[in-house]
């Protein structure tokens, strides 16, 4: 695998295959070899499959007001409807990895401008007597504006690099076949450029999991920790608490581990 971008395009776009990994893409660092020259991003994806696609955008000077279009999934069959297409940019925050913190791409957003990460210690990161790995508490999540996002993907600035998510709801109805999309990328300061957006749909339908998937889910209701806390911490409101677990439900797992 190569992390040489694709040589035909005017700016430096790389396709993570698969957009699933074990690597976390981070501005300032070295591309995995993950991310790979080319124009098209190709799933497949039965019908009532959620399926993501991911290419990253790596800036050689500042971009401005970069956006993300995808334009409609047709094939010969028909087309996919403009809600079974999804696109949001990846937001690294600071957080608890394992015992000890770090950037990590956590989130998907339709804002980009929602997070800032300030240079600022946490509140458990200065006790007197703090752990090692809470003296590690260097740096904190600050929202730019009340904790809602948009409905569609805004505009992003990229100083170094951003990585965008698309993830595809293919209807039940959806009639098998091959469905093609382009996705415009356009910024303010450069030349517009377009990938490719390729989904098979299988004739056949996917039977239900022989066994249960799970995750765990560190959250705690409402336990009114300080605001400076809540992102270390896993504090949710009951309209965040709902509106994760039906997004659970939609995506198949129904067995959370739940904490507390």
């Not at 990994?21 to 994806?45: F, W």
């Not at 959620?50 to 955008?57: K, L, Q, T």
């Not at 240079?119 to 752990?131: E, G, N």
Request: net charge negative; hydrophobic share 40%; glycine share 6%.
């Amino acid at each position: 695998a190569s992390s040489t971008p694709a040589a035909q395009l005017p700016g430096k776009i790389y396709i993570v295959r698969p957009a699933i990994n074990n690597y976390a893409i981070l501005p300032g660092e070295p591309l995995p070899d993950v991310c790979r020259s080319g124009t098209t991003m190709k799933i497949m994806a039965c019908r009532g499959e959620y399926e993501p696609a991911s290419f990253v955008i790596k800036a050689d000077s500042p971009l401005e007001a970069v956006r993300v279009s995808v334009g409609p999934l047709t094939s010969t069959g028909g087309t996919l409807p403009a809600d079974a297409v999804d696109v949001r940019a990846v937001q690294v925050i600071f957080r608890r990895i394992t015992d000890w913190p770090g950037l990590c791409p956590w989130l998907l957003v339709h804002d980009p401008g929602l997070f800032v990460v300030d240079d600022k210690p946490q509140p458990i990161a200065l006790l007197p007597d703090a752990h090692p790995h809470w003296r590690a508490y260097t740096k904190t999540n600050r929202l730019t504006r009340a904790p809602v996002d948009t409905k569609e993907l805004q505009p992003a600035n990229i100083d170094d690099l951003r990585q965008f998510w698309i993830t595809v709801h293919v209807p039940i109805d959806a009639a098998p076949g091959t469905y093609h999309a382009r996705v415009d990328i356009t910024a303010a300061n450069a030349p517009a450029t377009e990938l490719a957006l390729e989904v098979t749909v299988p004739g056949f339908e996917l039977l239900p999991p022989t066994f249960e998937y799970s995750v765990y889910y560190p959250v705690y209701l409402d336990r009114k920790s300080p605001p400076e806390d809540r992102s270390s911490y896993g504090d949710v409101t009951e309209q965040q608490y709902l509106a994760e677990l039906k997004n659970m439900v939609a995506h198949g797992c129904t067995n959370p581990n739940i904490y507390g």
